[in-house]
């Protein structure tokens, strides 16, 4: 399973660190990602790490302010976010892919709950 949490209420320019946690043996088996979908719109990519985070890369709409990183040994992605917008007000996803880098939601296995960011001006 995975388990996204660090979700909450934060006024624009300030910040969030999401974590994801996975279970099992096999966490470092996997790419992941961070998606993020507002409301009434489609779910979107926000940022992928590599297995052994060596790799990362992101939308362009958040370049330069949230950074994906992982921690093998605990199991866990994180995204740290900085010098948060409204439109930044989502829910987060965070998924799994066995495959390569992909901003495609059909290319991620298994998804985690979602936890949600909101921003307020």
């Known amino acids: 399973q995975l388990q996204a949490c660090g979700g909450g209420l934060v006024q624009a320019g300030g910040s969030l660190r999401l974590s994801c946690a996975g279970s099992g043996r096999t966490f470092s088996n996997y790419g992941m990602g961070w998606f993020r979908q507002a409301p009434g719109k489609e779910r979107d990519f926000v940022a992928y790490?590599?297995?052994?985070?060596?790799?990362?890369y992101y939308t362009d709409s958040v370049k330069g302010r949230f950074t994906i990183s992982r921690d093998n040994a605990k199991n866990t992605v994180y995204l740290q976010m900085n010098s948060l917008k409204p439109e930044d007000t989502a829910v987060y996803y965070c998924?799994?892919?066995?495959?390569?880098?992909?901003?495609?939601?059909?290319?991620?296995?298994?998804w985690g709950q979602g936890t949600l960011v909101t921003v307020s001006s």
């Open positions: 790490i590599t297995r052994i985070g060596g790799t990362t």
């Open positions: 998924a799994r892919t066995s495959g390569s880098y992909s901003v495609y939601r059909r290319d991620y296995e298994y």
